[in-house]
């Protein structure tokens, strides 16, 4: 576990980068529901107890889960352009969650005004993470690269998070902005208001060996969380349409301004001054909610609803 200090830089640095119009996306672990355990591949069991990646729950990161593609006996793969040796998706592939997704509720950040009224998130108080899921199995189907001319594969939920970053980075190209920011809160929007950006991953589970006296774990066996129809800490809101995610971005977004006065504005090291942050719907009669943080570098001066 890390210490709360490191909880309060992790979540400056995030939101410094937040104002400045960049989205931070994080992976949120193969070590399944154990996420300070480092090894998840293999059979060894875990010994610090559920927890979840410190850099995935700030609520300022969006966290990517992992999830594994279940075809059955469905066709979803053909030729790309006649070449056999090409594949490409024919259509969306069912997914169920990934065994190795990190995933879980974190003991340093709370839960987020826009993780209220989530389903199946619980009465939980916590940050809970994942956000999203992508495909992450190493085995079904692993994703494949060339290194030095010699072709590899690789999966994981490192895989996965780059893949939602390009979209991301798509989704902005789209947009015509500078900058996302955090996105979260338009995703757990999109989440209650529509019905065909994600795709609810409902089976499977992030369960995991454990040994005996183990913290969540005191008798041994296997510890962790399952996939349930809405949210859940494996897949999160589930994977993504990127098409429907464009498209439905914009609908109910409010603008806004914010402006930052400080009164008295010049001061001597040893006074204090009082910063008055006002945030205000533009154009609109919304009264925008929220907290407003203050940080001076990398310091946190403190927040404000």
Not at 85 to 92: G, K, M, R
Not at 110 to 123: A, E, L
Not at 282 to 292: D, I, L, M, N, Q
């Amino acid at each position: 576990a890390q210490a709360s200090s490191d909880a309060g830089n992790v979540q400056a640095l995030a939101q410094q980068a937040n104002a400045e119009g960049i989205t931070w996306v994080a992976a949120s672990g193969d070590s399944a529901a154990f996420g300070c355990d480092s090894k998840f591949y293999g059979t060894v069991a875990a010994t610090n107890g559920i927890s979840v990646s410190i850099y995935t729950a700030a609520p300022e990161v969006t966290g990517v889960g992992g999830t594994t593609f279940n075809e059955g006996s469905g066709r979803y793969w053909g030729p790309y352009n006649g070449n056999q040796n090409s594949e490409t998706a024919l259509s969306y592939i069912p997914e169920v969650a990934w065994t190795g997704s990190g995933g879980g509720y974190s003991i340093f950040y709370p839960r987020p005004d826009w993780q209220v009224g989530v389903p199946n998130f619980g009465s939980t108080a916590a940050r809970g993470v994942p956000d999203v899921a992508f495909s992450a199995s190493p085995d079904n189907d692993a994703y494949v690269y060339y290194l030095n001319g010699a072709r590899s594969t690789v999966g994981g939920t490192s895989a996965g998070t780059p893949v939602f970053a390009g979209i991301l980075a798509l989704l902005n190209q789209y947009l015509g902005t500078n900058g996302l920011g955090n996105v979260n809160p338009n995703l757990y929007r999109l989440a209650h208001s529509t019905s065909n950006v994600f795709h609810d991953i409902t089976s499977g589970n992030n369960f995991h060996l454990c040994q005996k006296g183990t913290p969540n774990c005191p008798n041994g066996g296997s510890g962790g969380y399952s996939a349930e129809p809405g949210w859940d800490a494996v897949t999160g809101l589930g994977s993504v349409d990127a098409n429907n995610l464009f498209t439905q971005w914009g609908g109910g977004i409010v603008g806004t301004t914010t402006s930052v006065v400080a009164n008295p504005s010049a001061i001597t090291l040893s006074s204090q001054t009082v910063l008055t942050a006002t945030v205000k719907a533009a154009g609109s009669s919304v009264t925008p909610t929220g907290t407003v943080a203050f940080t001076l570098g990398g310091t946190s001066l403190g927040t404000a609803t």
